[in-house]
C-alpha cells in the first residue's frame, strides 16, 4: 500500500473508533459494546500507523476532546459549534493533498477541508434534528425553545442552510482558484449536499459519482438518501493504487 493508501484506511478506521467511543459516553448498548471489544486492537493499530506515516494523531484527539467540552456547553453559535469539525478535516485534508498528485496545494486542500468540516456538521445537525430532541447534543435543537418539535421550525432551518451556502461559496472560490476544470464536481458535491437536507434543483441533471478510493480530484459523496433526480455511480479500480473517477453535471 501506499503512504495515501494507508492514510486513508487508517483515518477511517480512526473515525468509526471515534464513533464508538462517542457512543459508548452517550447511549452505550451491548451492539456498540461488541464492536469495541471485538475491534479493540484494531483501533489502536491504525492509530499507530497513523503515527508512523506522520499523521499528528494527537492534535486529532485533542480536537475530539474539546469539541466534548463544547457540547457540555450547550452552544448554540453555529460557527463555533461546526468549528472544531471543520478543524480536523482541515487537518486531514491537508495530509491527503500533501500525498498525493492533486491539483490543490496543502494549504488549499486546507481550507476546503474546513470549509466541508463545517458543512457536513451542520448537515448531520438538520438531517437529525427531530433524533436528536432531548437525547444528543444538536446546537439547532438547543435553538428550538419548544425542545419536542417533529419537524425544524422555519427560521431554525433557514439560518442552518444560509450557513451552509456561505460555507459552500466559500469552497466554490477555493475550487475555482485551483482548477477550473474541477467546478463541475463541486457543483455535483454541492447538489448532493443540499439534497441531503431535503434542498433540491430540479432544473438541473446531476449525475453523481463515487469512487473507491477517494483520490487525486475526486470529490466523494457516499449517502443513499443524497441522491435526487437522474444518479449514476461509477468505479473503475486497477490493481490497488489506481482509481478513475468521473463527475458530469448538466
Known sequence: MTELQQLLAGISIFTLSTKVKDDLNDQPSWKTKAIDAYYGNSFQCARHRLIDIGLDVGQLEEIIQQ???????????????????????????????ARSDSSFTKSQAENLGEVLGRVVYIVDAVRDFKKDQGRQYNPLCLRDESSNSNEIPYEI???????IGNQLNRGREIVHEASESL??????LERSLFASVGVNDHESVILYSACCVPCGNAFVVIDEKAISGCA????????VSFCGCTNWCC
Open 67 to 97: 469539541q466534548q467540552s463544547i457540547e457540555k456547553q450547550a452552544v448554540t453559535d453555529l460557527d463555533i459549534a461546526s468549528e472544531l469539525t471543520g478543524k480536523a478535516y482541515c487537518q486531514v485534508a491537508g495530509e491527503i493533498a
Open 157 to 163: 432551518r433557514k439560518e442552518a442552510l444560509h450557513f
Open 183 to 188: 467546478a463541475s464536481a463541486w457543483y455535483s
Open 232 to 239: 449514476m455511480t461509477l468505479c473503475c479500480c486497477y490493481g
